[in-house]
C-alpha cells in the first residue's frame, strides 16, 4: 500500500472513527482502523462489531494494499502533520510510514486479515432525509433514552414505520422508564423501508447518526430488522439493531387530561435552571404548585435551604401541586421549539403529557415523583 | 471512633417497663409481683422485680410463671398504653441532646457528646437524666456512660434496675466486659468463642483480625475492633429504619400445612403492608422460625431487587419455608424484610413490571381500604384458615439493626 491523501479528508474519517474504536480493549485489533487503497480512494473503516464507520475519500494510489494501525495514535499523528498532503506507504511486518514536510513515522500496525467482516448493508433501501430533519427527530427523543444498560431493551430508540389514514410516516421513540418521548415525521418513501416491526437503535449508534446529522445537507437512513445504515456523501454507519422488545408505550400516553395549563417555553426553563440550584439530589426534585393563572416552581432541600419562582401560565383549574425531576422538563424545553408549551394532569400521580404546536408529531409524558 | 477518644455515649434501659408502666397505673397493685403477658398460651413479655425474684422471666411461657409466682397480678399486654409512654421517655431524653437513637420502645443512646457545660461531667448527667425521667415518667431507669456506644450498653446493665454506670478508665473497663455481654454475640458465636477458650473480650486481642473473621464472619472482625476499644457505630437519630417484620407465637404448636401456610401469608401481608405504608421496599426476605423446643433458625433469601409487594415477598418466604428440612412444630413463624429503601424518592414508573401491574394495582386499592376501614376490612382468601379465634400472640418489629428483639429482661 502506497499513496497520497489530503489531510484534511484523513483527519475527518479518523475523528469518526475515534468514538466508534474506543471504548473495547478486549480485541486489541479493534482498538485499530482499516486502511485500504484501492482505485482511486482510500478507506478508513472502524468497528466494535456493533457500530461501524467506513469512509471513503480520494487519494493518489501508487499501489493497492490494505493494513491496520492504531486508530488513536494515527489519529493524533494526522491531526499534527505539518502538510496539506500526506504519503503513506506500508513497511515490512505491518508498518505504517507516514511522512509530511520533514516529519516521519513509522507506525506498528497489525494485519489487515485479522479485522473483523464488517456487515454489508448495500441491499438496504435507504430513506433520503434533509440532515436537519433527521437531527431534530433525534434531538426531541436523545435524551430519554434510558442511560442504563441494564435495561437493555430500553437503552436504544425505537424505530417504526406507521400509517395514518393511508400515509406513511417514520416514528421515533424513546423511554428511561419514567418519561417517554415520541415524534413522528411523514417522509417521502418511508412506505419503501424494509422494517415490518420496529426496531432498536443502540445509544451508541444514535450519538454517531446525530453528529453525522447534525453536519447538515442531506443523508440516507435505510433499516431492516438486523441493519441500520446511515450514508452522508463519503462517510456511511452500519449500525447493528439491539435485541430486545421494546414495551408497549401506547397505553402510558394519557387519552384523557383533567387540567392542562399553558406555559411560555423559554420562561419555564429559566424558572426550572434557577430553582433546580438548589434540589441536588439526583433527582431534582421540584414542586410544581398550580394556582389559577400561576405556576410556582418550589425545591425544599433541609440542607441547603428553599427557593420558590412563580410564572404565569394559562391555568383556570382548582389548585394542585405534584413533584417532578427538573431535569426532564429542562431537556424538553430545549429539545422542542414551540413559543408555549402545554402539560395535561390527570392527577399527581399520573403521567403528564406535554406538547406544543410549534413541534407537530412530537409529544412526552413524563411522571411525576412523590416529594 | 479513636481509641481514648472522649465520645460521651448513654445508654438509657427503662427498668422492666411494661411491668413498671403496669405498676405505676395501678397504684393498688404496690408491692405485688406484677407479670405482664398474652393469652392462654402466650408468653412473658414483661416481670416486674418482685416477679423476677420468684424466677419469673420474659419469654416464659405464662402458666410457667404461675406456678412460679402464683400470687402475682397477671395482666394482658396494653401495647399502645406503652407506646404512649415511650414518647413521653424519648421526649425527656431529647430535652438532654438532640441525638437520640430510640432502639425500642424502653431503651435508647443518647450522644452526651458536648453537653458538659450544659449538665456537667457524665456522672451528673446521668443523675439528671434519672430524676428528670422519674419526673416526667415514675419511671426508673438505668443508665450507663461510656466513650464507646457499646459499653454504654453494657455499662447499663450492671447496676440494674434504677442504676448508674460511667466507664471512666477505659482499659480497665473493656478488661471487666465479657464476650457473652455484648450484643451480637448469642449463643452460637458464644459456643464458637468458648471452644477457642475465650471468655473475655480483652481474650480476642490475641488472635489477631483475620483468624477471627475466619471463624466468625463480620463479627469476628467487630470483636477484634471493640476489644481495641473502637466502635465505629455512633448514635443515629434511628430515623433510619433497616429493617421490617412481623412475627406471631401460636396458640398451638403448628406442623407444616394449611394452617401454617395461611398464617406465614397473613404475616407477609402484613409486612408488605407495612412497607408501602412507610414508603420503603427492601431485597431481602428472611423467614423465622421457633420449634417447638426454642430452638429458633432464620434464613433468608436475597431478591433481584426491592419489593414492596405481598405477592413477592411471600413467593420467598414460602419457598424458604418448603426448602426447610423439618415440618415441625413450630411454635412462632416470622417474617422480615431487610435491605431496606426509600420508595418515595424518585420518578414514578411508566411501564409497570411484567405481570406486576395488576398485582400493583390490587395493592394500591387495598391500602387504601385498609386506610380508611382499618386491617380488618379486606383480607385475603388464603389467610382465613389463619383467622380463628386462639389467642395467637404476635410482636411487631422495626428495628434499625440486627434480627427482631424482644422487650424487657
Known amino acids: 500500500m ?41 478507506t478508513i ?51 505504517l510510514h507516514l511522512s509530511a514536510g520533514r516529519a516521519n513515522f513509522d ?54 414505520k406507521r400509517d395514518k389514514d393511508g400515509v406513511g410516516f417514520l416514528r421515533f421513540v424513546s423511554t428511561d422508564g419514567h418519561r417517554l418521548s415520541v415524534v413522528d415525521k411523514a417522509v417521502p418513501g418511508v412506505e419503501g423501508l424494509q422494517l415490518e416491526q420496529g426496531v432498536i437503535i443502540p445509544r451508541k449508534a444514535v450519538a454517531e447518526i446525530r453528529k453525522l446529522a447534525e453536519e447538515g445537507g442531506r443523508l440516507s437512513l435505510g433499516l431492516n430488522q438486523e441493519l441500520g445504515i446511515v450514508r452522508r456523501d463519503q462517510d456511511q454507519f452500519i449500525l447493528r439493531m439491539q435485541e430486545g422488545t421494546f414495551p408497549d408505550y401506547n397505553v402510558v400516553i394519557p387519552k384523557k387530561a383533567k387540567q392542562t395549563a399553558t406555559v411560555n417555553r423559554q420562561a419555564f426553563s429559566n424558572v426550572l435552571r434557577r430553582v433546580s440550584i438548589l434540589s441536588t439530589d439526583r433527582f431534582h426534585g421540584v414542586r410544581f404548585d398550580f394556582k389559577e393563572g400561576l405556576l410556582e416552581v418550589v425545591t425544599q432541600n433541609p440542607e ?61 409524558v413524563i411522571m411525576p415523583m412523590r416529594l | 471512633m479513636a481509641p481514648g477518644c472522649a465520645g460521651v455515649i448513654a445508654h438509657v434501659d427503662m427498668d422492666a417497663f411494661y411491668a413498671s408502666v403496669e405498676a405505676a397505673d395501678h397504684p393498688e397493685w404496690a408491692g405485688r409481683p406484677l407479670v405482664v403477658g398474652g393469652g392462654k398460651r402466650g408468653v412473658v413479655s414483661a416481670a416486674s422485680y418482685e416477679a423476677r425474684a420468684h424466677g419469673v422471666r420474659s419469654a416464659m411461657p405464662m402458666f410457667q410463671a404461675r406456678r412460679l409466682c402464683p400470687r402475682a397480678v397477671f395482666v394482658p399486654v396494653r401495647m399502645e398504653r ?77 447496676d440494674k434496675p434504677d442504676g448508674l454506670t460511667v466507664v471512666e478508665e477505659l482499659e480497665a473497663f473493656l478488661q471487666t466486659v465479657l464476650l457473652k455481654e455484648i450484643s451480637g454475640v448469642g449463643p452460637r458465636a458464644q459456643g464458637r468463642l468458648a471452644e477457642l477458650g475465650l471468655r473475655r473480650l480483652v481474650d480476642v486481642r490475641a488472635l489477631g483480625a483475620e483468624r477471627l473473621e475466619r471463624v466468625l464472619g463480620s463479627l469476628g472482625r467487630r470483636l477484634w475492633e471493640l476489644a481495641h476499644g473502637i466502635d465505629p457505630v455512633g448514635v443515629g437519630t434511628g430515623r433510619e429504619v433497616k429493617s421490617l417484620s412481623h412475627e406471631l407465637t401460636f396458640s398451638q404448636d403448628l406442623h407444616k400445612g394449611r394452617e401454617l401456610a395461611a398464617h406465614l401469608l397473613a404475616l407477609c401481608q402484613k409486612v408488605a403492608r407495612r412497607l ?115 389467642g395467637a400472640q404476635k410482636r411487631v418489629t422495626g428495628a434499625r439493626d440486627g434480627p427482631p428483639r424482644g422487650e424487657g429482661r
Open chain 1, 304 to 364: 441547603l435551604g428553599e427557593a420558590r419562582e412563580a410564572l404565569e401560565v394559562a391555568y383556570d383549574g382548582e389548585a394542585f401541586s405534584l413533584g417532578f425531576n427538573a431535569r426532564y422538563f429542562m431537556d424538553l424545553c430545549a429539545a422542542m421549539r414551540s413559543e408555549d408549551i402545554t402539560l395535561s394532569f390527570v392527577d399527581d400521580q399520573s403521567p403528564c403529557l406535554v406538547k406544543g404546536e410549534g413541534d407537530d408529531g412530537f409529544l412526552s
Open chain 1, 107 to 160: 507506525l506498528v500496525g497489525l494485519a489487515a486479515d485479522d479485522f473483523p467482516q464488517l456487515p454489508t448493508a448495500d441491499d438496504i433501501t435507504g430513506l433520503e432525509f434533509e440532515a436537519e430533519v433527521l437531527a431534530e427527530m433525534i434531538e426531541k427523543t436523545y435524551s430519554s433514552i434510558s442511560q442504563e444498560d441494564t435495561r437493555f431493551n430500553l437503552a436504544g430508540l425505537f424505530v417504526e
Open chain 2, 82 to 158: 406503652y407506646r404512649q409512654v415511650s414518647r413521653v421517655v424519648m421526649d425527656t431524653l431529647r430535652r438532654f441532646s438532640p441525638l437520640v437513637e430510640p432502639i425500642s420502645v424502653d431503651e435508647a443512646f443518647v450522644d452526651l457528646a458536648g453537653t458538659e457545660r450544659l449538665w456537667g461531667p457524665a456522672p451528673q448527667a446521668g443523675r439528671a437524666i434519672k430524676a428528670a425521667m422519674a419526673e416526667s415518667t415514675g419511671l426508673t431507669c438505668s443508665v450507663g456512660i461510656a466513650p464507646l456506644r457499646f459499653l454504654a450498653k453494657i455499662a447499663s446493665e450492671r
Open chain 1, 45 to 95: 473503516s472502524a468497528t466494535d462489531l456493533e457500530t461501524s464507520f467506513i469512509g471513503v475519500y480520494p487519494a493518489r494510489i501508487s499501489k493497492a494494499g490494505r493494513l491496520t494501525v492504531p486508530a488513536r495514535k494515527l489519529y493524533e499523528i494526522v491531526k499534527e502533520l505539518p502538510a496539506d498532503e500526506l504519503y503513506l506507504k506500508e513497511k515490512e511486518n505491518s508498518y
Open chain 2, 276 to 390: 408501602r405504608a412507610a414508603g420503603l421496599a427492601g431485597h431481602t426476605v428472611t423467614l423465622k422460625l421457633k420449634h417447638a423446643d426454642h430452638r429458633t433458625v432464620t434464613r433468608r433469601r436475597r431478591l433481584k431487587g426491592p419489593t414492596d409487594r405481598t405477592e413477592t415477598i411471600h413467593a420467598a418466604a414460602r419457598e424458604l419455608l418448603a426448602a426447610y428440612g423439618s415440618v415441625g412444630p413450630f411454635r412462632l413463624i416470622g417474617v422480615g424484610v431487610s435491605g431496606l429503601n426509600s420508595t418515595n424518592r424518585g420518578p414514578g414508573e411508566l411501564f409497570a413490571p411484567a405481570g406486576g401491574f395488576r398485582a400493583g394495582a390490587l395493592e394500591t386499592a387495598e391500602d387504601e381500604l385498609t386506610r380508611r376501614f382499618g386491617s380488618q376490612a379486606i383480607t385475603r382468601a388464603g389467610t382465613l384458615e389463619a383467622s380463628r379465634p386462639g
Open chain 1, 2 to 42: 502506497e499513496l497520497t491523501v489530503r489531510r484534511e479528508d484523513l483527519v475527518k474519517g479518523l475523528a469518526k472513527s475515534q468514538s466508534v474504536v474506543e471504548r473495547r480493549t478486549s480485541m486489541p485489533i479493534l482498538s485499530n482502523v482499516l486502511l485500504q487503497a484501492e482505485g482511486e480512494a482510500i
